[in-house]
């Protein structure tokens, strides 16, 4: 019975100490900021955060992790995945400033600013073009 009981706690301490369960995001497996612009461009102004990621070619970059970044203090507010298509979409954001990063293994991660209104002149769609790290500019967004 004390072997059991010395069992049991030694299990529970050790999965305490491994951290959140799978399926749980921890401070750990959150994307982190990062800026790789070598300069800032002008925020690129939107009506809504929806877009494609796509490679130097025009193909779809799919399972792209594209991350959302309040402009001051860069608290990440969600992280989403891009679809088969390249496509991505966050909902429900509060007008404003952002950066929008997103990652695609071996390649240059990018960062684009992003100023959500609701202009005429606002575009609709955010391209992300990865590019890869070797290359004189890293990757980019435009807004079509």
């Given at each position: 019975m004390?072997?059991?009981?010395?069992l049991t706690l030694g299990l529970m301490g050790f999965l305490s100490a491994a951290g959140a369960a799978p399926?749980?995001?921890?401070a750990a497996g959150a994307p982190a900021y990062a800026d790789e612009n070598q300069t800032d461009p002008a925020p690129l102004k939107l009506r809504e955060l929806a877009g494609r990621v796509r490679g130097l070619g025009g193909e779809a970059?799919?399972?792209a992790s594209v991350s959302l970044f309040t402009e001051e203090g860069h608290t990440l507010i969600s992280t989403v995945v891009s679809d088969k298509d390249g496509?991505?979409?966050f909902d429900k954001v509060d007008k404003g400033l952002y950066r929008v990063v997103a990652r695609v293994e071996g390649?240059?991660?990018a960062n684009v600013p992003v100023k959500l209104e609701s202009s005429l002149l606002a575009r609709h769609r955010l391209e992300?073009?990865?590019r890869p790290?070797?290359?004189d500019t890293c990757s980019y967004g435009m807004a079509k």
């Open positions: 004390k072997t059991m009981r010395l399926g749980q995001t921890g970059m799919s399972r496509k991505f979409r390649l240059c991660t992300i073009t990865m790290k070797d290359i």
